[in-house]
């Protein structure tokens, strides 16, 4: 009997013991539950708070956006713009993933920040230029702007053909941007439409000749476009004239006159006067201000020399090319490589016109 009451009483204590290790454990899963509950609440609200913190007015974004397209407007080549533009334009991004201007501007930061010299750019520069247009169509399909842009991105990419149709569907949309006139006859002079690429040039011409102030980039690079399709053309006192109203506009600028002073020596065949106008430039107040800009450009004039003629000869080399005279497109090819010996559309075009004309004269045995 006293055995029984004692096992009684053993399991008495152990179904207490069991009932209150389950309350407390159900006690622990309350508190962790809870615990959990007001952790994931506290990462909602921190990031809650880090959004409104990083949000973005739209009048804010549209500011910024601004800033970083003049920060990228003034960029020379020097100083801190493109890193501003950078930082401004990451901001609005990260705010509003959507902003199709902040896009267009952070393709326009890679392409100028991967240029190297001509169409030479760094290893996957305007792809992620190009990713940056695909995304601002992707949020706006009839973005013009964007368009514009991703014409002179194809013209970069070597492939004029295409930006000439992309500009096309830009001006079908409908857009006030002078870049369509000028990439679209940067993109027709590559396909060796001269005539076509002085329309476009002279309608953007007859369109600001109305205006009281125009943009002074746009005007000057109309005129520098100008003065080389002239050239191109054949039409030197036309480019001659260019030259010198790019000159009257923008006298500050040592590259205006050291490419006059090229076209003088190298078009006209007039050293003389190509060598006073460097002169020229040197001794006058303007030229002394500019003094360490006229520097950097005379140390690359031999360079920008020989580059120029390479691409006159490449320029004659495809026009036989084109006209199956495959024999002149040698000759011409071989005298581009003399000039700049790395160039490899001048070396592909040697290669090529070579076997057709060693196939020629096999025939004609």
């Not at 309350?30 to 615990?35: D, L, S, Y």
């Not at 490419?259 to 460097?278: E, S, T």
């Amino acid at each position: 009997m006293k055995s029984r009451k004692i096992a009684l009483a053993l399991l008495l204590v152990i179904a207490a013991a069991i009932g209150a290790y389950q309350y407390y454990e159900r006690l622990e899963e309350e508190r962790i539950a809870k615990a959990s509950r007001e952790a994931v609440l506290a990462i909602i609200q921190a990031k809650k708070a880090r959004e409104q913190q990083e949000a973005i007015s739209l009048q804010e974004q549209d500011r910024l956006v601004l800033e970083a397209r003049a920060q990228l407007d003034d960029w020379s080549g020097l100083g801190d713009r493109l890193a501003k533009a950078m930082d401004g334009l990451n901001r609005v991004l990260k705010a509003n993933p959507k902003n199709v201007q902040a896009h267009i501007e952070m393709a326009r930061f890679h392409i100028k920040s991967g240029f190297i010299n001509y169409r030479n750019f760094r290893p996957g520069s305007l792809e992620k230029a190009g990713s940056e247009l695909q995304r601002a169509l992707q949020v706006d399909p009839n973005s013009a702007d964007a368009y514009v842009l991703l014409g002179n991105l194809y013209y970069l990419m070597n492939a004029s053909k295409e930006a000439v149709k992309v500009l096309e569907k830009a001006e079908t949309i409908g857009t006030d941007s002078p870049w369509l006139y000028l990439n679209r006859a940067e993109a027709l002079v590559d396909l060796h439409q001269f005539n076509e690429a002085e329309a476009q040039l002279r309608k953007l011409e007859t369109r600001y000749s109305a205006v009281t102030n125009p943009p002074r980039k746009v005007v000057g690079t109309l005129h520098q476009k100008l003065s080389y399709v002239y050239q191109l053309q054949g039409k030197l006192k036309e480019a001659d004239k260019e030259y010198q109203t790019l000159i009257a506009l923008d006298p500050d600028t040592a590259w205006n006159h050291g490419n006059y002073a090229d076209f003088l020596l190298f078009a006209r065949g007039q050293p003389d006067a190509a060598i006073g106008k460097a002169e020229a430039f040197g001794q006058n107040e303007q030229g002394a201000e500019s003094l360490s800009e006229w520097s950097k450009a005379a140390a690359q004039f031999p360079l920008a020399v020989q580059r120029m003629r390479a691409e006159i000869w490449m320029e004659q080399a495809d026009l036989a090319a084109k006209s199956n005279n495959w024999g002149k497109a040698l000759i011409y090819a071989e005298h581009a490589l003399k000039e700049k010996p790395d160039l490899a559309r001048a070396r592909q075009l040697r290669d090529q016109a070579d076997s057709i004309e060693e196939k020629r004269l096999k025939q004609a045995k």
